[in-house]
C-alpha cells in the first residue's frame, strides 16, 4: 500500500515526497525503477543528458548552464562534478528526484546517465554512523512514520552529521535520526569535501534505501522543541546483494547491479569446501535470472552451463527453473543476509586442478596484490580475484579469442570485499601472463579497476 506524503525536507524543499511502506506491494517499484538505473546508457553523456532534461522540463538557458558550466570549464563529466552538481541549488535536484518519484519514464530516460554516474560516484565515500534529515510535517504526515513501521524514500535524500544543520532546514519542525550500521555504509556518500557547502557536512542516501522506524523522541535546540523518529537503515534497494545459502547447506556471495548479477559460490566447510564456482547473469522482465556459470580450478568439479533461476516476489528466495545440461544439482535458495560486507576469503586456498598445457586455467597473481583463481572452458572465461585484506573481491566472466588471445570480461565486486564496483575488461594473454588493454566501468569514465598485469603462479 502506498502512502503519499508531501513534505518539505533538507535541501530540496519544492520536493512532494513520497513515503513508501516496506510490503511486498513495493517490490515492482523497487525492482524497475532501480534496477534501471543501473541500465540505461552505459556510455550516456553527463552534460548532453542534463542539457536535454532541462530542455525537457523547459527550464531557461541560464539555469541549465548554471548546472553544466563547472563540466564544460573542467572538459569532464567526473564524478566529483556530479556531486558538486547535486549539492547546488538549481533546478537539477528536485526535478531529477521529483521525476524518480513520479517514475515519469521521459524524464528519466532523460537524465539517467546523470543517476548512473551520481550513484557509483557515493560508492568510495562509504559512512556509518548517525546523520540528521530535517521535514515539516503536520500531524498527519508525522503519525505515518509509526513505531516498527517500514518503508523507503525512492529519491536521493540529504542529511548531515549535525542536528543543527538539520534543524534549520525547510523551518522544520520534524528531525529524523538516521542511524546507518557499518553492515550498510554502501547505502550512502558522506560528500562533505565535494559539497558546494562543505560546512553542512553532508551525507548523501542513495534511492530506495529502506528504513525502519525505531521509536520516537523529542528534543529542544534553540528553544525550538522538534520531534525526532528514530530509523535504522535495514537493507538497500529491493535487490539480490547479500549471502545466501542453497537447498543443500552451501554458500553464495551476490552482488546485483542494475539487472546485471554477479556470484562467487562455494561447498560448505563441513563439506570441505570441494566446489567452487562463479557465475554471471542477466534479469530479465518477470525477475528471472539467465546465469552462466564456471566451475574454479580450487574445487574438484568441472562443470560449466546455464541455467535460469526464479526470483520471488521479496527478493528473499530463488528457486532453479531450468538446467538444460542437468548438472547443477542446487534447486533453491534462499538469503541468510543482506549486509554487504563479508569476512575476506582465505588467503591459502587449495588447488585441486592444474595444468600445464592449459596456459589460463590456474593461480594467477597480479600488481594490484590480488590473488585470481581462473578456469578456462573453450572460449569460455571465469575468474574469483580478491585482496588478501578483503579490500575488494571480484567476478568475471567472459569469452576469449584464441586467435589473438583478448579475453573480453564482465566483471563486478561481490559482498566478500568491501569494494562495489563493475565494469568492462578487455585483456590480452601472452604464454603465462595478462596485460589489461582497456576497460569500462559503468557510468565512470576514468580508470578504476587497479590491476593491469597478471603472472601465472606455479603450483606448490
Same mark, same amino acid.
Given at each position: 500500500m502506498d502512502s503519499h506524503v508531501e513534505e518539505k525536507n533538507q535541501r530540496d524543499e519544492k520536493h512532494k515526497f513520497r513515503a513508501i511502506e516496506g510490503e511486498n506491494s513495493y517490490s515492482e517499484t523497487v525492482a524497475t525503477n532501480f534496477k534501471t538505473f543501473f541500465d540505461i546508457s552505459r556510455s550516456?553523456?553527463?552534460i548532453e543528458a542534463i542539457r536535454y532534461f532541462g530542455k525537457l522540463l523547459k527550464r531557461s538557458k541560464d539555469e541549465i548552464n548554471e548546472v553544466i558550466d563547472p563540466f564544460l570549464e573542467n572538459n569532464t563529466d567526473h564524478p566529483f562534478l556530479c556531486i558538486f552538481a547535486y549539492t547546488k541549488e538549481t533546478f537539477l535536484v528536485y526535478k531529477m528526484n521529483d521525476s524518480i518519484r513520479s517514475d515519469s519514464k521521459e524524464q528519466l530516460n532523460a537524465i539517467y546517465p546523470y543517476v548512473n554516474v551520481l550513484i557509483n560516484a557515493l560508492n568510495p565515500y562509504p559512512f556509518y554512523g548517525t546523520v540528521y534529515r530535517g521535514f515539516l510535517l503536520n500531524s498527519e504526515q508525522l503519525s505515518k512514520y509509526k513505531k516498527d513501521r517500514t518503508?523507503?524514500?525512492?529519491?536521493f535524500s540529504s542529511a548531515t552529521k549535525k542536528f543543527a544543520v538539520a534543524a534549520r532546514f525547510a523551518q522544520c519542525n520534524v528531525v529524523f535520526e538516521i542511524r546507518i550500521p557499518e553492515a550498510f555504509s554502501h547505502c550512502c556518500g558522506d560528500i562533505s569535501d565535494k559539497s558546494a557547502y562543505p560546512e553542512e557536512e553532508e551525507v548523501l542516501l542513495k534511492p530506495y534505501t529502506y528504513?525502519?522506524?525505531?521509536?520516537t523522541k523529542t528534543q529542544t535546540h534553540n528553544k525550538v522543541k522538534y520531534t525526532i523518529p528514530i530509523l535504522l537503515v535495514e537493507a538497500t534497494a529491493l535487490t539480490l546483494s547479500g549471502a545466501w545459502k542453497s537447498n543443500?547447506?552451501?554458500?553464495?556471495?551476490?552482488c546485483q547491479y542494475g539487472r546485471q548479477v554477479f556470484w562467487?559460490?562455494?561447498?560448505?566447510?563441513?563439506?570441505? *569446501?570441494?566446489?567452487s564456482h562463479v557465475a554471471y547473469g542477466i534479469i530479465s522482465d518477470g525477475d528471472i535470472i539467465h546465469l552462466t556459470f564456471g566451475d574454479l580450478p580450487i574445487g574438484k568439479d568441472r562443470y560449466t552451463g546455464n541455467i535460469d533461476i526464479q526470483i520471488s516476489s521479496d527478493y528473499a528466495n530463488m528457486t532453479k527453473i531450468l538446467d538444460a545440461k542437468n548438472i547443477f544439482l542446487t534447486k533453491s535458495w534462499s538469503r541468510i543476509s543482506a549486509q554487504y560486507y563479508q569476512n575476506p576469503i582465505s588467503t591459502r586456498l587449495s588447488m585441486y586442478r592444474y595444468d600445464d598445457s592449459d596456459q589460463l586455467t590456474g593461480h594467477w597473481k597480479?600488481?594490484?596484490d590480488g590473488n585470481y583463481y581462473i578456469s578456462r572452458f573453450n572460449e569460455?572465461?571465469?575468474?574469483?580475484g580478491y585482496h588478501p585484506r578483503g579490500r575488494w573481491c571480484n567476478v568475471a566472466v567472459g569469452k576469449m579469442d584464441k586467435s589473438s588471445g583478448i579475453i573480453d570480461l564482465n566483471w563486478g565486486d561481490i559482498v566478500c570485499g568491501a569494494d562495489r564496483l *563493475?565494469?568492462?575488461?578487455?585483456?590480452?594473454?601472452?604464454?603465462?601472463t595478462m596485460k589489461k588493454l582497456d576497460e569500462q566501468l559503468k557510468g565512470i569514465n576514468e580508470n578504476t579497476f587497479l590491476g593491469t598485469e597478471w603472472y601465472k603462479v606455479d603450483v606448490e
Open positions: 550516456g553523456c553527463v518503508f523507503f524514500w525512492p529519491g528504513f525502519r522506524v525505531l521509536d543443500d547447506d552451501d554458500d553464495y556471495f551476490i562467487y559460490a562455494r561447498s560448505s566447510e563441513n563439506k570441505g *569446501y570441494n566446489w597480479c600488481n594490484d569460455s572465461i571465469f575468474w574469483l *563493475y565494469g568492462t575488461l578487455k585483456l590480452l594473454v601472452k604464454k603465462r
